[in-house]
């Protein structure tokens, strides 16, 4: 016998699709079927039934063997490692729910930790672009039921954000868009024939890096001024064009992701894409969003905002928050030798720094709280495996829109394993103890 | 003149951070100037902990004059928020030498690390070898970057030079990477050797002169014609481009104001 869980929240992309069914046994210990998800989400679901997953933390032994520890070890090590660390750096923070952010950075504050997400090497530069000029933005419900003109820049939703197209952006009849796809026009950036740009109105096939440049066409265009023949591999009758059609929409809409984020310019891209959707707004609605990737790196920018006002690279190390990408995130910091200690949560740094930074890893005393096993799991000296959030655990997140979601628990965790925020919270506890608060 | 001679003996662990190592702080303080509070991490250390220190402070910041020697390429902050004084490095000094420095004059015989001259209004930055990225810039999210003072590196910039610059002028001698500024609204800054992309960017007003190639162009300057202009001692033809034309502007007297971007012509 078998029961069906209904409106389950995916924790998987910045989407945040909250329309999965998903059939769980009777004693809702196993997980059976995952229905409505995209393929990874879904993988997602099945992968927290693995058979070899750990359910216990392990430690790093002097020969590279893994040995068993309890939790209670677990909790001993992080916190004294913590403790001890002058300037220890607490990296992830995007895989799991507010609730666990909170408690995370309640320990940043005691041991004056240096707070970044994964958002340092995704969309840390929209947040600079945001901090130097506003963002004029919308939600998702506004974009499947409002707008006609839709950009995607530097992104491939096709493959990242799977079913974003179905959802909201494309293909979905709203309520002023009730032609579905056929009423909207789509505009794909992007250097390469994505299968995003093989669905496209126009594609513009722009030349590596140089998207600073296309954008500021963009805004020359708007005003009618003159341009060179071609810009950023593209001819200007076409830039023209792109431009009309833009402002003759009812809404325009401007999706990116790290195609522009993290390519040559970085912040100066996000800025001057929004100050295209600045200028669009003289003509008609627009609006810009960051395609977020994890489920929940919006909602790390959002508890930090309002605990220490700077959404990611915060250092809390003199006792008050600074904030300076260049020089308080992760990798400049991990690069630079900057770091003492390195404790991760909800993120894979192995998989996602450059090797400089994930040899300095190696080498210091490190701790990664995560369900898999990934290649930071693999540097780290101890490994915690905790549940599943969204899966195993309730929680809020926030989606790419800042709409925060409840997140719903669907099956039982494996006997005896604690959550991240357990596990946390017994951080926390331990290392006021040991600093005597 | 006072001078006080700083030599350190002894590298952080980590970084430190020293912004106490100013004519201001060192003038004003009623104790040692060994006692003078410097940070690694979260931890507090002495300044004379990290530095031998010689000589002393004069009774005024004007009066005043560091000399900071060795290997300072782990120490953040020299001389930042300065008024008047001089502090000359001898050496590479890190990240923030110079920042939002008011008045006074610093000399680096050696490079820096990024975020020299932050937010800077007064005074004279004077670097005798490279400088790193965001020299002369605004701090994040600041939309008043440099308003004052003359930064002047013998050797190459890196990027996001000036952004969001207001007033005052940079001189750099080689080469600068991209993003020259970015979001200006006034000040000059000389370039000497070559540059990449990515010049006068959503620029509002102010001027850049560059002495060698520029990689790309920003499809928002536009050819307006050439001058005949001596800067920074050097006379020479100029080509004059305006823009960034997709940025607002202000007018005066009828005519839009542009930020102005020069290129030397070579014949």
């Given at each position: ?13 910045g ?6 069914e998903?059939?769980v046994s ?8 995952v229905y ?7 993988e997602?679901f099945?992968?927290s039934?693995?058979k ?5 933390p392990?430690?790093?032994?002097e020969d ?5 520890i309890?939790?209670?070890?677990a909790i ?5 490692m913590l ?6 750096l ?15 950075s ?10 970044d ?7 840390g530069?929209?947040?600079?672009a945001?901090q130097?000029?506003?963002?004029p933005?919308?939600t998702?419900g ?11 820049w530097?992104?491939?939703?096709a ?8 959802r ?5 009849r ?7 796809h056929?009423?909207r026009?789509?505009i794909?950036v992007?250097?390469r ?17 140089r ?12 005003k009618?001024e ?7 591999g593209?001819?200007?009758e076409?830039i023209?064009?792109?431009a009309e ?8 809409i ?5 195609g522009?984020?993290q ?5 100066h891209?996000?800025?001057?894409a ?11 609605k ?5 395609m977020?990737?994890h ?29 300076n ?11 630079r ?14 998989a ?7 040899k300095?890893?190696?080498?210091l005393?490190s ?13 780290c000296k101890v490994h915690v495996?905790?549940?599943f959030?969204g899966?195993?655990?309730?929680g809020?997140?926030?989606?790419m ?30 290392v ?6 | 003149?006072?001078?006080v001679t700083?030599?350190?003996i002894?590298?952080?662990e ?6 106490c ?16 509070p ?18 002393r402070?004069?009774?005024t910041p004007a ?6 020697k060795?290997?300072?390429?782990r ?14 490095i001898?050496g590479?000094a890190d990240m ?6 008011q008045?006074g004059k610093?000399t680096?015989?050696?490079?820096v690390d ?8 007064g005074g004279?930055?004077r ?11 605004a701090?994040?999210g ?6 004052g003072?003359r ?5 190459d910039a ?9 007033g005052?002028?940079?001189?750099v001698?080689?080469n600068v990477?991209?993003h020259v500024a970015t ?13 990449k992309?990515r ?14 190639d ?6 928002g300057?536009a050819?307006?014609?050439?001058v ?11 080509a004059?481009y305006?823009?960034d ?7 005066r007297?009828?005519?839009?104001i542009y ?9």
């Open positions: 016998m078998t029961k069906t869980v209904t409106d389950v929240i995916c924790p998987f992309c989407t945040l699709c909250d329309d999965l998903v059939v009777k004693d809702g210990k196993n997980l059976l079927e409505n998800a995209c393929a990874i989400g879904a997602k099945l992968q039934q693995a070899d997953r750990h359910t216990r392990r430690m790093r032994q590279g063997s893994w040995k068993e309890s939790y209670d070890e001993e090590y992080t916190a004294k403790a001890d660390a002058k300037k220890p607490m990296y992830g923070w995007s895989s799991t729910n507010c609730e666990a952010q909170a408690v995370g309640e320990i940043g504050e005691y041991v004056g930790a240096v707070m997400n994964t958002a340092t090497v995704c969309h530069t929209s947040l600079i945001v130097d000029i506003g963002i933005s919308c998702l506004e974009v499947k039921n409002r707008a006609d003109r839709i950009l995607f530097g992104c491939n939703p493959h990242a954000h799977p079913r974003h197209m179905s909201y952006s494309i293909f979905p709203g309520f002023f868009t009730g032609k579905g056929t009423g026009k789509m794909v992007d250097p024939v994505t299968d995003t740009a093989r669905i496209a109105d126009v594609h513009l096939q722009i030349e590596q890096g998207d600073y440049e296309l954008l500021d066409a963009l805004r020359v265009a708007f009618g003159q341009l060179p023949d071609v810009v950023a593209i001819p200007k076409k023209y064009e792109v059609t833009l402002k003759s929409g009812r809404f325009a401007i999706f990116f992701g790290m522009v984020t390519s040559l310019g970085k912040n891209n996000i800025d001057a929004i100050a295209v959707t600045r200028d669009l707004n003289e003509y008609t627009a609006a810009i969003m960051p977020r990737g489920y929940n790196v919006t909602g790390s920018g959002q508890v930090w905002g309002w605990q220490f006002g700077f959404p990611f690279a915060v250092d809390l190390s003199r006792g008050f928050a600074r904030y990408p260049g020089e308080t995130t992760s990798n400049d910091l991990l690069r030798g900057e770091v003492d200690a390195v404790f991760v949560l909800g993120s894979d740094p192995g996602h720094f450059p090797f400089s930074s994930v300095k890893i190696y080498g005393p701790v990664a709280v995560e369900p898999h096993e990934t290649p930071t799991t693999e540097v495996p905790v549940a959030v899966i195993e655990v309730g809020c997140a926030y989606r829109d800042n709409v925060p979601i409840e997140t719903r628990k669907v099956v039982d965790a494996p006997e005896g394993m604690m959550t991240d925020e357990e596990f946390l919270t017994h951080v926390l506890a331990r006021k103890e040991i600093k005597g608060v | 003149m006072e001078t700083l030599t350190i002894k590298q952080p980590l970084y430190l951070e020293a912004d190592i100013s004519p201001d702080v060192f003038a004003e303080t009623t104790g040692e100037i060994a006692d003078l410097v940070y690694v991490g979260r931890e507090q250390h002495r300044l004379g902990d990290f530095f031998e220190i010689s000589g402070a004069g009774t009066g005043t004059k560091i000399i900071v060795g290997d300072l390429s120490v953040k902050y020299i001389g930042m928020k300065m008024t008047a004084g001089e502090v000359v001898d590479n923030y030498v110079g920042a939002w420095m008045g610093i680096v015989n050696g490079d990024a975020f020299a001259g932050t937010g800077m209004k004279e930055l670097i005798n070898g490279n400088a790193g990225n965001y020299l002369g810039s701090y994040r600041d939309w008043r970057g440099m308003t003072g930064i002047v590196v013998t050797g890196g990027s996001d030079l000036g952004t969001f610059m207001n005052g002028e940079i001189v001698g080689g990477d991209v979001h200006a609204e006034g000040g000059t800054i000389i370039i000497k050797g070559d540059a992309s010049l006068g960017g959503q620029m509002v007003e102010g001027e850049i002169y560059v002495f060698g520029i990689d790309v162009m920003m499809p300057f050819y307006r014609k050439d005949d202009l001596e800067v920074d001692g050097a006379k020479g033809r100029f004059l305006e823009g034309l997709g940025e607002r502007h202000r007018k007297k009828g005519q839009m930020g102005k971007l020069y290129q030397l012509v070579r014949p």
